[in-house]
């Protein structure tokens, strides 16, 4: 039987079980810091895709919706600047809470980890750290929080994935 498991918990219990390495471990830290930054860095997207097709889903007809939905589907390496952008697409009124949202720690964090999630994929670990990717992931789940309210969705539907 499968069930649903949030990312968001997920990810949390990759953090619980990176935390029980033992710190001498190094290589091992570091290989799944260089893990969990690719993961962080897909949470913050899938998120953002999953409440840009519920936002547009309670605004629009099912087909603009549906039609959303599959054009959002490549919207990756969301930097600050290409999120903010992409939100304002969105309403130009929420600049300011935008402003305020990703302040500077904020969008600090966003660009470091999208940075280094590039620079990995592409075989340049970088020097990355549990404690550093824990500390964008934090900020993370801070902007995800307020895109939710900004978007004015409902708290209670987190982002799922099928698992065995």
């Known amino acids: ?5 949030s990312l968001q918990d997920t990810l949390d219990a990759t953090f619980a079980r990176v935390n029980k390495i033992d710190i001498m471990d190094i290589e091992l830290r570091a290989d799944f810091a260089r893990y969990l930054c690719v993961l962080v860095s897909g949470f913050l997207d899938q998120t ?4 840009t097709s519920e936002y547009v889903k309670k605004r629009s007809s099912p087909q603009i919706a549906h039609y959303i939905a599959n054009s959002i589907t490549n919207l990756t390496n969301l930097k600050s600047k290409k999120l903010t952008e992409y939100l304002l697409s969105f309403d130009v009124n929420w600049k300011d809470e935008l402003d305020v949202l990703i ?15 590039h620079g990995i994929a592409h075989g ?8 550093r990717v824990t500390s964008y992931y934090k900020e993370i789940v801070d902007v995800i929080e307020g895109v ?8 209670g539907n987190p982002i799922t994935f099928h698992v065995d």
């Open 124 to 131: 340049k670990p970088g020097d990355v750290t549990v404690a």
């Open 148 to 155: 939710r309210v900004l978007m004015q969705l409902e708290e």
């Open 1 to 5: 039987m499968k069930r649903h498991a």
């Open 103 to 117: 302040s500077d720690e904020r969008k600090d964090a966003i660009d470091s980890l999208v940075t280094l999630r």
């Open 48 to 51: 953002i895709q999953s409440f």
